[in-house]
């Protein structure tokens, strides 16, 4: 687990709340934030690293795209041969500078390259592994079919690219009581209402859910040939998209 501050962020939030951003307040409680927030986080790492594992293959990259402090980027290094680079962007540069320091104390950080730059402008090509592990949902939803093309065009035959999402429920009582559990996920993490409420507020307009049907269904519609629910969290869903 990399260090981290304790995430107070909205502990003191005073409505109107400003539009969140990951800016170097959030990277620095990152770690702690991401964790009492998201149902299975550790788990999706964990599945980015194994899925790595077992499909990449030397000659081929993995990517890592919205990496933040790059534990998705950790794991795939953990968990693959010398052989293959792994590209880590973000366009947060809190979150890069993080990682960047982090890498220079890791064994073999030196196959991780580090790209502060927006993920719709990076190149992805000979990916054997492509991870967009909570980072589409901050894209507008009319970006997000052009990104995932340019990513299928990119990988070669046989690769595979996990998506993690926070996804919306359609059913008005399927969303208030999956809702309702997530909120409680973050109490029993220890957040105050204050904070939830000033997070909720904050999210508004940024991260924006859709429903699980729509990624599945957008997947297949810009080639990939094959889609599986890997795994799912409350309102946290995580597929296999293979090329
Ligand atoms: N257009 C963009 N271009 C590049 N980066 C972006 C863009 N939009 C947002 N980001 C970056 O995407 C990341 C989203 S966090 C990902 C967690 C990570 N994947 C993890 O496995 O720890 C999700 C969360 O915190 O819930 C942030 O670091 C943003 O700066
Ligand atoms: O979806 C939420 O309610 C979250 O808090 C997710 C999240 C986690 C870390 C940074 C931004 C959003």
């Known amino acids: 687990m990399q260090h981290s501050d304790p995430d107070d962020l909205f502990d003191r939030a005073e409505m109107p709340v400003a539009p969140f951003e990951f800016n170097a307040d959030v990277a620095r409680v990152f770690p702690d934030m991401v964790r009492r927030s998201v149902p299975g986080y550790a788990d999706l790492v964990a599945l980015c690293g194994l899925v790595a594992r077992r499909v990449a293959r030397p000659g081929t990259r993995c990517y890592d795209l919205g990496c933040s402090l790059g534990a998705v980027s950790l794991a795939m290094l953990a968990r693959t041969p010398s052989g293959v680079g792994i590209v880590a962007v973000d366009n947060a540069r809190a979150m ?29 090509a000979d990916a054997s592994v492509v991870a967009l592990n909570l980072t589409l949902q901050f894209l507008p939803p009319q970006a997000r079919a052009g990104l995932l093309a340019r990513i299928r065009d990119g990988m070669v035959p046989g690769g595979v690219l996990v998506l993690a999402e926070k996804v919306r ?21 220890g957040y105050s209402e204050l904070a939830i409420a000033g997070k909720r507020a904050a999210l508004e307009r940024v991260l924006v859910p859709e429903p699980a049907a729509a990624h599945e269904q957008r997947l297949r519609e810009v080639g990939f040939t094959r889609v599986t629910r890997l795994y799912q969290h409350l ?9």
């Open 96 to 124: 890069v500078d993080g990682l960047a320091r982090r890498l220079a104390e890791v064994p073999g950080g030196e196959r991780v390259r580090v790209c502060c730059a927006d993920v719709r402008e990076v190149e992805v």
């Open 169 to 189: 429920f359609d059913d008005a009582a399927e969303a208030a009581l999956v809702t309702a559990l997530h909120e409680d996920f973050k109490r029993a993490n």
């Open 235 to 243: 309102n946290f869903v995580a597929w296999a998209a293979w090329t």
